[in-house]
């Protein structure tokens, strides 16, 4: 591809549009406000664009004849399923891995926060109430977090555990393999696999359970697998054992879990992505005193790297178009039918 006409529906990233504009032969165009909604664009402004970089592909985007790859600044790409992208032979690749580091500092604070009773000491600080007992001065070095799927979340919450004393042990559908051509940001995560001191398959689940002080969802929410964490998962949890789901809230059976909060199945949970969007006041997991609920802020597009890491995953991308190599987070076309 001797030169590459660029379409950009995103706000901008002034130092990285500057590294943009050094790659020859690329001729950018800047979408003047751009949206994270789907929305017609003027046909002159998309004519002629053989790279998108966007949220939403434009509802016009049938007339972009000469496109020839889509990047989207979000890790789920279901806006780009079913428009024909395959049938066009577009290629397309989404923002996996910006949010790896954010959630999986969340994870670590979570964990010391859970051992320590910090939503304790909060109450008492409120309450003007001076105490010192024993679980307030608890730590995780030594204890045994398990990671329920290990990709760039699972691994950089791996690789930070490691760096705290504690053991890490994995269940994984597939195992643990090193991860090529997935975005992570420099220094961290783990692509060669090599971090957790156990990986357990799917038909050692029982084992893997019952051996965690710490249990960290990581995983996708696919068709298949809501409510995956049920009643008997969180019974083989020890009594000892906290929760921490930064994944997506359906992964756990609502009820299952507030009852085993309730019944002290397990000693307590923190918990970012939720059942209901917002959650109602009413909702019983508001007012546990073992659980810690965020609003979905362990990582989102307000995170003060998002927009870096989003358009450095597109450099990189446009450096690997032109150059001829496999492109970062490329969907493949049976993700896209």
């Not at 504009?21 to 165009?29: Q, Y």
């Not at 994270?36 to 998108?52: F, H, N, Q, T, Y």
């Not at 756990?252 to 199945?265: F, G, P, R």
């Not at 923190?270 to 979905?296: C, K, Q, R, S």
Request: proline share 7%; net charge negative.
């Amino acid at each position: 591809m001797e030169s590459i006409n660029i379409l950009i529906d995103m706000p901008v990233h002034g130092a990285s549009l500057k590294k943009l504009e050094t790659i020859p032969g690329v001729n950018i165009k800047l979408v003047g406000s751009p949206e994270e909604r789907v929305r017609s664009l003027d046909k002159e402004l998309i004519a002629g664009a053989d790279v998108l970089f966007c949220t939403f592909p434009p509802e016009n985007h049938a007339e972009m004849e000469q496109l020839k790859f889509i990047q989207i600044a979000s890790a789920g790409y279901k806006q780009l399923i079913g428009i024909g992208l395959n049938e066009r032979n577009i290629k397309a690749s989404n923002a996996l891995g910006v949010f790896d580091v954010p959630i999986a500092e969340w994870n670590v604070a979570m964990m010391v926060n859970l051992a320590r009773d910090m939503r304790g000491m909060m109450h008492n600080q409120d309450n003007a109430v001076w105490d010192r007992p024993a679980r307030f001065q608890r730590e995780i070095r030594g204890s045994v977090v398990g990671i329920w799927g290990y990709g760039g979340i699972g691994r950089e919450t791996a690789r930070l555990a490691k760096a705290l004393g504690m053991t890490v042990h994995v269940l994984s559908r597939g195992g643990v393999k090193p991860r090529t051509d997935i975005y992570s940001v420099e220094g961290t995560g783990d692509p060669e696999g090599v971090l957790p001191d156990k990986v357990f398959l799917m038909d050692e689940k029982e084992t893997f359970l019952k051996g965690l002080d710490f249990l960290i969802i990581a995983m996708p929410q696919t068709d298949t697998n809501q409510g995956i964490i049920g009643e008997s998962e969180l019974k083989l949890l020890k009594p000892t054992t906290y929760l921490l789901n930064p994944a997506r809230g359906p992964l756990i059976d609502e009820q299952a879990l507030i009852k085993a909060l309730k019944n002290n199945w397990i000693a307590g949970a923190a918990l970012d992505t939720h059942y209901y969007y917002p959650t109602p006041p009413e909702h019983p997991l508001w007012g546990m005193p073992n659980v810690i609920f965020t609003p979905h802020i362990s990582g989102s597009s307000l995170s003060p790297k998002f927009l870096e890491r989003v358009w450095d995953i597109f450099i990189q991308n446009v450096q690997r178009l032109t150059g001829g190599q496999p492109l970062l987070n490329q969907l493949a076309p049976a993700d896209l039918k």
